[in-house]
């Protein structure tokens, strides 16, 4: 606990020790417009939890120059992670008490009761951001970017799909394998779309392209600063786990396209998005029942479909053989069975 101990005070306290700690500084300088009384005074509403203050006199009273400065920047992050509602403390002693490996699930839950501004988390992020890479930055800002990047993942997981009870539960009525904000859906074409489940009305809740892109730069947050997240809370915690395993199973899946997309901007290719709602269908990191390891077969389809068939060559366009028995897979058991994946590639057209 003691690395969640110094990203807490780092960011919320450690800004204020000149403000609580030394009265002589804040005297002497309480009668001047030096960025030094400033800084002081913006520290002080730090530590009464007046952060539209603070966050006045770091951007708006201060030089320039002095805006640059790596605690002033910090201590600005911290100012807009308190008006976003934040509370590292609370997030990271979770983690570390009750850790999970469902990890859609359990970082939705983190926020069950918790009223945030998820905008200023936003701004947040940029202003680590802009301290560096991930290697420029310390430890302690990447693990500051990592909680941030649960915060941006599970507040959008719990703003859609846990909007009636807030009980930390994916609502009745939710979907998170389609985007139904366009209307009708692509159907798988024929003749596969003569066996694979029929894809649903629309129903109350569902995640749209723009909560996919958050949802992966979230995580991708988290992976690009895993070290430090691991620091904080110990390589033997099942979120670590389950954290190195789905990077893992995301590189599988998104092929070339990096896992540690952080921008929602640069989240465009169609194949990741389409991974990630598969990987929230399962059990294993997810809301669904099927497993990760009975994932939509994706490049399989030909084969499968070819169970179905009367054998006749499928360019033959042959009928299907309902009555069939030696189908090898349950289509029903797949994840996200009704979702057509992108780029899907037909052999019967």
Same mark, same amino acid.
């Given at each position: 606990m003691k690395s969640v101990k110094r990203i807490f005070i780092i960011f919320l306290s450690a800004v204020l020790t000149t403000s609580c700690g030394d009265p002589n500084l804040l005297t002497e300088f309480s009668e001047t417009d030096s960025d030094e009384a400033l800084w002081v005074d913006a520290k002080k509403h730090i530590d009464d939890l007046e952060w539209d203050s603070a966050i006045d006199i770091i951007e708006n009273q201060l030089s320039a120059g002095y805006q640059e400065r790596i605690d002033v920047k910090?201590?600005? *992050?911290?100012?807009?992670?308190?008006?976003?509602?934040?509370t590292f403390l609370?997030?990271?002693?979770?983690?570390?008490? *009750? +850790? =999970?490996?469902n990890l859609f699930e359990y970082f939705m839950g983190i926020f069950k009761d918790m009223e945030l501004e998820p905008e200023h988390c936003e701004t947040?992020?940029?202003? #680590?951001?802009?301290?560096?890479?991930?290697?420029?930055?310390?430890?302690?800002? /990447?693990?500051?970017?990592?909680?941030?990047? #649960? *915060?941006?993942?599970?507040v959008t997981l719990s703003y859609k799909l846990d909007q009636v009870d807030h009980d930390g539960q994916m609502d009745a009525n939710s979907n998170v394998c389609n985007d139904h904000s366009g209307g009708q859906l692509s159907p798988w074409p024929m003749p596969v779309y003569q066996f694979m489940p029929r894809? @649903? +009305?629309?129903?109350?809740?569902?995640? /749209? &392209?723009?909560?996919?892109?958050? #949802?992966?730069?979230?995580?991708?947050?988290?992976?690009? /600063?895993? *070290?430090?997240?691991t620091a904080a809370i110990? /390589?033997?915690?099942? @979120?670590?786990?389950?954290?190195?395993?789905?990077?893992?199973?995301?590189?599988?899946?998104?092929?070339?396209?990096?896992?540690? #997309?952080?921008? +929602?901007? &640069?989240?465009?290719?169609?194949?990741?998005?389409?991974?990630?709602?598969?990987?929230?269908?399962?059990?294993?990191?997810?809301?669904?029942?099927? =497993?990760?390891? @009975? +994932?939509?077969p994706v490049d399989d389809i030909a084969d499968l479909v070819d169970d179905y068939l009367s054998g006749s060559d499928a360019d033959d366009d042959p009928?299907?053989? @309902?009555a069939d028995d030696d189908v090898d897979v349950d289509v029903t058991g797949l994840c996200c069975p009704s979702t057509l994946p992108p780029g899907f590639d037909n052999p019967w057209d």
């Open positions: 910090e201590g600005l *992050a911290g100012a807009y992670v308190g008006k976003c509602g934040l609370e997030i990271v002693s979770g983690m570390t008490d *009750a +850790p =999970s490996s947040a992020i940029e202003i #680590i951001q802009g301290l560096g890479t991930v290697s420029q930055r310390t430890q302690d800002q /990447n693990l500051f970017l990592a909680i941030l990047g #649960i *915060a941006r993942l599970g894809q @649903t +009305p629309v129903p109350a809740h569902y995640l /749209n &392209d723009a909560d996919m892109r958050k #949802i992966v730069s979230g995580f991708g947050l988290i992976i690009e /600063n895993l *070290a430090a997240l110990g /390589n033997d915690s099942d @979120t670590i786990t389950a954290l190195d395993d789905f990077k893992a199973d995301c590189q599988e899946a998104s092929g070339d396209v990096a896992c540690d #997309i952080t921008d +929602p901007d &640069d989240v465009d290719d169609a194949l990741m998005k389409y991974a990630f709602r598969v990987f929230m269908d399962t059990s294993d990191v997810g809301f669904g029942t099927c =497993s990760l390891s @009975t +994932p939509l009928e299907p053989d @309902t």
